[in-house]
């Protein structure tokens, strides 16, 4: 468990490494300046502009340049917003992100894990089709849709929460995190009735059942621990998902988080920002990547000895 | 030798009706390929069977609601909205059938080099696989839209670019399995070239579950756009998607919800149906897997 961990800590690091080497490159191989958008500077303004932000060193200097700023945890300064560096700018955004995340995970996990044990614990009967057709509606249902009509309907007409703001007024986090959450509720139903299909028709189960056991008692001390570790292990990916989600919602509700922050640097070609949020994101999904399998590695005992075995 | 090819024919038809009866029994497959096939219809007759003209506006009639000339309503500029979303849909399933068939090539290409070799290669090509997987792709999106301009060329191959992982790796596991089975080393053993074993044998065994995915991929793929033209990186005006026209319709949804409900329902009934289509593809074609 533990070497696995370390070995796994030691591969994500060429992958951040991959990832800081592409989207530079990328960013440079961008057509037109960061100050090309604005109008027209003078020359000598831009040959200023240019050696402040060290942009008339050669390539390969400034990608060494910016990876040691990078693995001292320094992402420069954004373009758009003089004065300001990045750092700042992601700090600012990223609390409010973070806690709609949390919010939108954990509606998923409430509602998609009891919806998912629910159905499995009757399978092909109305118990099971009702929350697995609405796990369906989830997951056919996209966030920018699922938003808008959640605030027309109890932000406009049943003027029940505010329509849009992040903690300036009571109740104006739940719309947010029940649409991030949604398609991920829906997901987590489907994996966790499959999960616990499988484990409720081990020989254990039997034996539990023979032994005169409650039902009740059979799924939460002996069903849940096995059928659940699909859900844990797709949490690393829906946390990366969450990140992406998180941009539209945050869009839609004006939240001042990082995700919103990041659309508008790609609009506003702020390449340093754009730079600098595309690790940090890929930094946090990896090293989530890496706790969800850990949990599931844990809850498997089966696991735990292949994870010694291979990688 | 005439008849054993026969046979072998026999065989693979089978299968196929095989799927055939188990995917008729599923009701809501059934439908989801109906409605599949009614859209494709549609899209493809847009042109001659739309109501009004794409771009025709009638800017005194303004946004009304859906009425007898307007089924579905016209939104600000007094267009026909039904006339929008079925071009729009010409847009939306365009980039869903060909960013699926990047994703497909890539996927299929690599998964099938990859356990057809094994060995090394196999070893260094998975993990790349692994690498990619762990990357933040919708930001790369994002990055790749702003990067190299908003152009549906472009969109075609980032969102293809993005969705072959998983394809890559069915593949490769189908063919893994495949060519330890003992039909396949009873092939060899009749002597037949490597080229006649992939073709008679590997292909026709890894087309179910390939076809199951792609089914699958399409819906993200179409999400994908929808959320990219939403956040203004994807579809540009004057060309229209359902991703295009719901975020239009998210602006006024106050005082015209229809410009909002009628694009979305179009969107989500689509990937209803494709799910279905390919949940049921699953289970006539690949029993082995589960629901997820």
Request: glycine share 10%; hydrophobic share 50%; aromatic share 10%.
């Amino acid at each position: 468990m533990f070497r696995f961990a370390i070995t796994r800590l030691l591969q994500a690091v060429p992958v951040i490494l991959v990832v800081i080497s592409i989207t530079f490159l990328l960013v440079h191989a961008a057509p037109g300046g960061p100050f090309s958008a604005d109008k027209a500077v003078p020359p000598e303004v831009l040959k200023a502009l240019e050696a402040q932000y060290n942009l008339d060193q050669p390539l390969w200097q400034q990608y060494m340049g910016y990876l040691g700023d990078v693995v001292r945890g320094d992402f420069g300064p954004s373009f758009k917003y003089p004065g300001r560096s990045v750092n700042e700018l992601i700090a600012s955004g990223l609390p409010a992100t973070a806690e709609l995340a949390f919010y939108a995970m954990l509606v998923a996990l409430i509602i998609g894990a009891s919806a998912g044990v629910f159905a499995a614990m009757r399978p092909n009967t109305m118990q099971d089709y009702l929350p697995m057709s609405a796990a369906m509606i989830g997951i056919c249902m996209p966030s920018f849709l699922l938003g808008p009509l959640l605030v027309l309907i109890f932000g406009i007409h049943l003027e029940w929460v505010p329509v849009s703001g992040w903690g300036d007024a009571p109740g104006d986090k739940i719309l947010p995190a029940i649409t991030l959450g949604t398609g991920y509720a829906a997901y987590i139903a489907r994996l966790s009735r499959g999960g616990m299909l499988e484990i409720l028709s081990q020989d254990y189960i039997r034996t539990a059942r023979a032994k005169g056991l409650s039902e009740s008692l059979i799924i939460t001390k002996h069903a849940l621990r096995g059928g659940l570790i699909p859900v844990v292990a797709f949490l690393g990916p829906a946390f990366a998902g969450l990140v992406g989600g998180s941009f539209v919602v945050e869009t839609i509700f004006q939240i001042p988080g990082l995700g919103r922050f990041y659309v508008q640097a790609a609009f506003n070609r702020d390449y340093t920002m754009i730079l600098g949020t595309t690790i940090f994101f890929a930094t946090l999904i990896i090293v989530f990547n890496l706790i969800s399998d850990m949990i599931a590695i844990w809850l498997n005992p089966k696991l735990r000895q292949q994870g010694q075995g291979d990688n | 030798m005439d008849a054993s090819i026969e046979k072998i024919d026999e065989a693979g038809s089978s299968l196929w009706q095989d799927a055939w009866v188990k995917l008729r029994k599923n009701r809501l497959a059934i439908c989801g390929l109906v409605v599949l096939l009614l859209l494709g219809l549609v899209s493809l007759l847009t042109p001659w069977i739309a109501p009004y003209g794409y771009e025709e506006q009638n800017l005194i009639l303004g946004a009304s609601p859906p009425s007898a000339e307007h089924w579905l309503g016209t939104d600000i500029f007094g267009r026909d909205m039904l006339t929008r979303i079925m071009y729009g849909g010409r847009v939306s399933l365009t980039v869903g059938l060909i960013a699926t068939a990047v994703a497909l090539m890539i996927g299929v290409l690599w998964g099938a080099t990859a356990g057809f070799v094994g060995g090394r290669v196999d070893a260094v090509m998975m993990r790349l696989v692994d690498i990619l997987y762990a990357l933040p792709f919708m930001i790369f999106i994002v990055l790749l839209m702003v990067v190299f301009g908003r152009n549906i060329f472009l969109l075609f191959f980032a969102i293809g670019a993005v969705e072959w992982l998983t394809m890559a790796r069915i593949v490769r596991g189908q063919v893994m399995t495949l060519r330890k089975q003992e039909f396949v080393e009873a092939a060899y053993s009749l002597g037949l070239s490597q080229w006649t074993i992939i073709r008679r044998h590997i292909i026709p065994n890894t087309l179910g579950p390939v076809i199951v995915y792609t089914t699958l991929t399409i819906p993200s793929v179409m999400l994908l756009e929808a959320f990219l033209s939403f956040l203004g990186l994807g579809i540009q005006p004057p060309q229209s998607s359902w991703g295009l026209l719901i975020s239009y319709g998210v602006e006024t949804m106050e005082e015209f919800p229809w410009l909002l409900i009628f694009p979305g329902l179009t969107l989500s009934i689509t990937l209803f149906a494709l799910n279905f289509l390919g949940d049921g593809l699953r289970d006539a074609l690949d029993p082995r897997t589960s629901k997820d």
